[in-house]
């Protein structure tokens, strides 16, 4: 029996540890935009109650604790190392603050794609008014992106962002691991947007050689923790002083002085980002899914394997459909897909309200409509929405 097999039979192996979401009886097909938590992260909410509610000062020592819990946690998801790791609700908050370290005294240009998350794109765009220059490249065709962006490096090139996967189209881009090397030479700072990848594709830090990039991603979509855990893996033994810079940036926020100068920052590279007070909520409820994940052993190539599984299985039985290309047609093979279905389709928006009506969740963007299986659906599941998709098109 292959380690995917348990997975893909009804009931499905882990089905269960999801009560609360009711897997078992949904066709949820959202996975990469948000998968269901495990029923084990209640337990989160009762804990970070009684915390609230039974301790005064002593309070922050249990925080604490369940930080450097989750930095150890998303450390070790891609290969880093716990002091490199920088925490925030937000890849936003993290882009902002991954912004203001840069040097813009003598370089304006940054390179990135008209396909980037709006929480990286529309603060780009924004800073061109500050006199940021901008050059904004076509996604597609993913296969050779890396080619282009490494085309348009020159000695005004102040960083590049880039994403592992479009979050559109879905589309996998190759090869970004060789951007780190001309990068690095040229002084120019590496950002990937990873969101896409970890914890459902084979990446990590170290395979990908981006130890000197600064990578982020977090636990909305295939971490299964929900929103409010980001974090930024930032590149070791570099001076980094980012100018938006909150109070868990210092060596001691109870000894340094907020207005000493020149300013303290943390010897951990990964605190000198970690911004200020937030939400602990969280914080409690993703110790609970890391200690889950580890139990099932549900680790990140796991985790790929039943992806790759579950694409294929739907990629097949859609082709098996026989539709009108014209109408629907995948957008790629699987082999470049990221970790969703991408159909590409002038019909995307009609056929996703459809969907709906008939009981399968999906969603779609732009033209590509977006299938995006969980690891807690079996194969049963995942052809009846493949089978929704064919009386869609019909009802069209």
Not at 255 to 266: G, N, R, W
Request: include cysteine; charged fraction near 20%; hydrophobic fraction near 40%.
């Amino acid at each position: 029996m292959s380690a995917v097999e348990p997975f893909s039979r009804n009931p499905n192996l882990i089905a269960p540890h999801y009560q609360h979401a009711q897997v078992e009886l949904k066709l949820m097909l959202t996975g990469h935009v948000y998968q269901a938590v495990p029923d084990v992260a209640k337990a989160g909410y009762a804990e970070h109650w009684q915390c609230l509610s039974k301790y005064g000062n002593e309070r922050v020592d249990i925080e604490l604790e369940k930080t450097e819990l989750v930095r150890q946690g998303f450390a070790q998801l891609v290969e880093s190392q716990p002091g490199c790791i920088a925490l925030a609700a937000s890849v936003h908050e993290l882009f902002v603050r991954f912004l203001s370290c840069l040097d813009y005294d003598k370089r304006k240009k940054i390179i990135t794609t008209t396909g980037e998350h709006p929480s990286i794109l529309r603060q780009l765009v924004r800073c061109q008014d500050l006199g940021i220059e901008l050059v904004l490249l076509d996604p597609a065709p993913a296969s050779n992106l890396v080619e282009r962006v490494l085309a348009n490096l020159d000695d005004d090139t102040l960083a590049v962002c880039l994403s592992t996967v479009d979050h559109t189209s879905g589309h996998q881009v190759w090869e970004v691991d060789t951007l780190m090397a001309p990068c690095a030479s040229s002084g120019i700072e590496l950002f990937i947007d990873a969101y896409h990848s970890v914890n459902v594709l084979s990446f990590s830090v170290a395979e990908h050689n981006l130890q000197q990039a600064f990578v982020v991603a977090g636990g909305a979509k295939y971490c299964q923790m929900g929103d409010g855990n980001c974090f930024m893996h930032v590149p070791p033994w570099r001076d980094f002083k980012p100018a938006v810079t909150g109070w868990f940036g210092v060596f001691d926020p109870n000894l340094d002085s907020p207005s000493a100068q020149p300013l303290a920052y943390a010897d951990a590279v990964g605190q000198r980002f970690d911004g200020s007070t937030r939400d602990m909520l969280p914080y409690f409820r993703a110790v609970k899914v890391f200690d889950y994940f580890r139990q099932q052993q549900l680790t990140p190539e796991l985790l790929h394997d039943i992806n790759h599984h579950q694409l294929s299985t739907m990629a097949v039985a859609f082709s098996q459909l026989d539709l009108d290309p014209k109408v629907v047609r995948l957008s790629t093979s699987v082999e470049f897909m990221g970790g969703f279905l991408s159909i590409k389709t002038p019909f995307a928006a009609a056929l996703q309200a459809h969907m709906r009506d008939i009981g399968v969740i999906c969603d779609y963007k732009s033209e590509y409509l977006r299938l995006g299986p969980a690891p807690y659906l079996c194969d049963e599941q995942l052809l009846d929405c493949v089978e929704a998709l064919r009386e869609s098109v019909a009802a069209l």
